[in-house]
């Protein structure tokens, strides 16, 4: 039922949280400046529009630091489709879905896409291809973005953010895109950062709980999942939990009350801002 009632809500108002359609950009801070020429479009994605909205607000001016221009869809973004494709859903994200978000991006003639959800990133690099052809525009997850950034001497950081940090890969970005080393570099390009290794990393990294539809579903027991990986963190010594995922966010954080311990989960993202 919870997964029926995920298609009827993206159907109805494009998300699968019931919320209006014309908010989506509300979370988009009033100080930074959209560009009609951008560098790149951020796909906010539902759960950072809606959700979320500081990891998509943290995103935005991560990139205004970094001096790229760049615009979103607004009210044209629709849902990428993950939640229906994982609970087996595929009609509407062929069809109407997948379709409508290229459109929308070909139409302005835009070329490149970046996102901070590993959900979002591995449904159109991965998924769209084989749904309705390869799309003509790339699509970088923002941990990749930030790395090129790095690379390229426009992102810079400034300020030092001594915690011992574990890294959680999402399942969608690493055993599912393969992108494990551009969080991680990030991470290591932050000043007073110490990126802790743990038992269960990259490939035979343990699933959060959240995807899939499961958390939807069984919340319970998704949080019981999240609360045995944080533990595993703790237990390597960390101060901080670092992800690239809003769905892993979330439930970590959830896991980690339920455990009753005290650390915090956090995007690369959120990181990476307080440093620059």
Same mark, same amino acid.
């Given at each position: 039922?919870?997964?029926?009632?995920?298609?009827?809500?993206?159907?109805?108002?494009?998300?699968? $949280?019931?919320?209006?359609?014309?908010?989506?950009?509300?979370?988009?801070?009033?100080?930074?400046?959209?560009?009609?020429?951008?560098?790149?479009?951020?796909?906010?994605?539902?759960?950072? /529009?809606?959700?979320?909205?500081?990891?998509?607000?943290?995103?935005?001016?991560?990139?205004?630091? @970094?001096?790229?221009?760049?615009?979103?869809?607004?009210?044209?973004?629709?849902?990428?489709?993950?939640?229906?494709?994982?609970?087996?859903?595929?009609?509407?994200?062929?069809?109407?879905?997948?379709?409508?978000?290229?459109?929308?991006?070909?139409?302005?003639?835009?070329?490149? =896409?970046?996102?901070?959800?590993?959900?979002?990133?591995?449904?159109?690099?991965?998924?769209?291809?084989?749904?309705?052809?390869?799309?003509?525009?790339?699509? $970088?997850?923002?941990?990749?973005?930030?790395?090129?950034?790095?690379?390229?001497?426009?992102?810079?950081?400034?300020?030092? $953010?001594?915690?011992?940090?574990?890294?959680?890969?999402?399942?969608?970005?690493?055993?599912? @895109?393969?992108? $494990?080393?551009?969080?991680?570099?990030?991470?290591?390009?932050?000043?007073?950062?110490?990126?802790?290794?743990?038992? @269960?990393?990259?490939?035979?990294?343990? %699933?959060?709980?959240?995807?899939?539809?499961?958390?939807? /579903?069984?919340?319970?027991?998704?949080?019981?999942?999240? @609360?045995?990986?944080?533990?595993?963190?703790?237990?390597?010594?960390?101060?901080?939990?670092?992800?690239?995922?809003?769905? %892993?966010?979330?439930?970590?954080?959830?896991?980690?009350?339920?455990?009753?311990?005290?650390?915090?989960? =956090?995007?690369?993202?959120?990181?990476?801002?307080?440093?620059?």
């Amino acid at each position: 039922k919870a997964h029926l009632a995920i298609k009827e809500k993206v159907a109805a108002k494009r998300n699968p $949280y019931d919320e209006p359609k014309e908010k989506r950009a509300a979370w988009l801070p009033p100080e930074i400046k959209l560009s009609p020429n951008p560098e790149v479009v951020f796909f906010t994605g539902c759960t950072e /529009a809606y959700r979320l909205q500081p990891l998509a607000a943290a995103t935005a001016k991560l990139l205004d630091k @970094a001096g790229v221009k760049f615009n979103i869809l607004g009210e044209d973004e629709w849902c990428c489709g993950s939640p229906l494709l994982r609970t087996g859903q595929k009609k509407s994200v062929r069809e109407e879905l997948a379709p409508h978000n290229v459109r929308e991006m070909d139409k302005r003639g835009w070329t490149a =896409m970046v996102t901070a959800c590993s959900g979002c990133y591995n449904t159109m690099k991965n998924d769209y291809p084989t749904l309705t052809g390869k799309p003509s525009f790339k699509i $970088y997850h923002i941990s990749e973005y930030l790395e090129k950034l790095i690379k390229d001497g426009r992102l810079k950081f400034g300020k030092e $953010y001594k915690k011992k940090v574990a890294y959680h890969d999402p399942c969608h970005l690493g055993r599912h @895109a393969k992108v $494990y080393d551009a969080p991680r570099n990030v991470l290591k390009a932050i000043p007073g950062l110490q990126l802790l290794e743990t038992k @269960a990393e990259r490939e035979d990294a343990q %699933c959060c709980g959240a995807g899939g539809g499961f958390k939807s /579903a069984f919340n319970d027991m998704a949080e019981e999942v999240a @609360a045995d990986r944080v533990k595993q963190f703790v237990a390597a010594g960390a101060e901080v939990i670092a992800t690239s995922c809003p769905f %892993c966010q979330v439930n970590l954080n959830a896991g980690a009350k339920r455990a009753g311990i005290d650390i915090k989960t =956090m995007d690369v993202v959120q990181i990476a801002l307080q440093a620059a």
